[in-house]
């Protein structure tokens, strides 16, 4: 059992955040404390120019705000959103926080099942602790 589980939350339609969830709470000790971590990704400078000037702050106004209400529905758990790039960021902010376990919902590749997300297999292949992935 694990007391210090990260689950990496992305909104992308093929991503089962809701089963990651389920499992990070099914291998957590007693009292064991869950945080969704969602990393925002820096958009391009040619793309940021056609986007309104208030984008940014709202868009992660609204997902930090999506990441408390599934974080409220479970004991000891937190949502956080940070910038940067998906599998450094997780890695990183795993480490410097002491993380035992990580829980990361993989997309489904279709017909390649024997691959990984490029976010999830950066993760396996660097994680300081146990990993757990989700198809």
Avoid at 9 to 15: A, Q
Avoid at 103 to 129: E, I, N, W
Wanted: proline fraction near 4%.
């Amino acid at each position: 059992m694990y007391s210090n589980i990260l689950v990496p939350v992305s909104f992308d339609e093929d991503r089962n955040a809701k089963g990651a969830i389920e499992i990070a709470q099914a291998l957590g000790a007693e009292g064991a404390k869950i945080t969704l971590l969602h990393v925002m990704e820096e958009i391009p400078g040619y793309a940021i120019s056609y986007m309104p000037t208030d984008y940014i702050a709202e868009s992660r106004k609204a997902v930090q705000a999506e990441l408390d209400a599934q974080a409220a529905a479970l004991p000891n758990a937190q949502g956080v959103v940070v910038e940067g790039h998906s599998g450094r960021t997780i890695l990183d902010w795993a480490e410097k926080h002491g993380v035992d376990c990580i829980v990361v919902a993989s997309h489904r590749p279709g017909m390649q099942d024997l691959f990984l997300g490029s976010t999830a297999h950066q993760v396996v292949r660097h994680a300081p602790c146990a990993v757990h992935v989700l198809r």
